[in-house]
C-alpha cells in the first residue's frame, strides 16, 4: 500500500499494448518500463490477457495529473471501439495533441 503523498506524487500514465495477435490491452502505470516489462514476462507481475499474446509493444499512452484521473481515463479508452483506439494511436504518430 502506498502513502496518499507518494500517489500523488507519481505521474501516472494510461496505456494501450498491442500484442502480438494485433489485440489492443488498456492499463495504469506510474512505471513504463517496469510495466512493459511484466507485460512481456521479463519480470514476474504482468496481466494474464498479455501473457499468452507476446510479446507486447506499447502504441499510445497518455499522463494524467492522479492515480484516480488515470483509472478514469483508462475505464473511457476501454469503451472505445477499435477504430477509435486506432485513432488514437494514430493521432499519437501524427504529433497531435489531445
Known amino acids: 500500500m ?3 503523498a507518494l500517489e500523488a506524487a507519481a505521474e501516472w500514465r494510461v496505456y494501450l499494448l498491442q500484442c502480438s495477435d494485433k489485440s489492443l490491452y488498456a492499463g495504469i502505470t506510474t512505471d513504463m518500463t517496469r510495466r512493459l516489462q511484466q507485460h512481456n514476462g ?8 498479455t501473457r499468452g499474446r507476446r510479446p ?3 502504441v499510445w499512452s497518455e499522463t494524467c495529473d492522479s492515480r484516480s484521473e488515470a483509472l478514469q481515463r483508462e475505464a473511457a479508452v476501454r469503451r472505445l471501439s477499435r477504430p477509435q ?4 494511436i494514430a493521432a499519437l504518430e501524427r504529433g497531435d495533441r489531445q
Open 2 to 4: 502506498t502513502s496518499p
Open 42 to 49: 521479463q519480470l514476474p507481475g504482468g496481466a494474464r490477457y
Open 56 to 58: 507486447v509493444t506499447v
Open 85 to 88: 483506439k486506432q485513432a488514437l
